[in-house]
């Protein structure tokens, strides 16, 4: 197997095992994380398309070390792969360290947004009529 072609395999089985087997996040199960792809892989396509276009390329690959599969507009296929680890790695940890934040501040972080979002008691109450 290409060198290019097994790193983008290898990257994609570490960071789902990481995610299995240790996270534990539960981001798979998730609509937002298949949104988010979708959103990343949107964007990459144009991005990534106009980077290796054969005609005129701005990134060259050797040959030899990829598949050389290319979809759509010329983008090697390993590159999605390795799109798919960075922000699924990305995610999981900032899912990860974010709880654990939580965890650590006792959820005082989220009581303290909550009330200061409402006006204190006093403004509820009527002024007082002067006598």
């Not at 990481?18 to 609509?31: D, H, K, N, Q």
């Not at 060259?60 to 680890?85: C, K, N, Q």
């Amino acid at each position: 197997m290409p060198e290019y072609t097994l790193a983008a395999v290898v990257s994609v089985v570490l960071v789902v095992l990481l995610e299995l087997a240790w996270l534990r996040t539960g981001m798979f199960r998730r609509p937002t994380f298949w949104i988010t792809a979708v959103i990343v892989f949107g964007f990459q396509i144009p991005v990534d398309g106009w980077l290796t276009k054969l005609s005129a390329p701005i990134v060259l690959y050797a040959e030899s070390h990829a598949t050389g599969i290319r979809m759509p507009w010329d983008i090697p296929v390993e590159d999605f792969a390795f799109g798919f680890s960075l922000m699924t790695l990305t995610l999981l940890l900032w899912d990860r360290l974010g709880s654990r934040e939580r965890g650590r501040d006792g959820g005082r972080e989220r009581d303290r947004a909550s009330t200061a979002a409402r006006p204190p008691a006093s403004a509820d109450r009527a002024p007082a009529r002067e006598r």
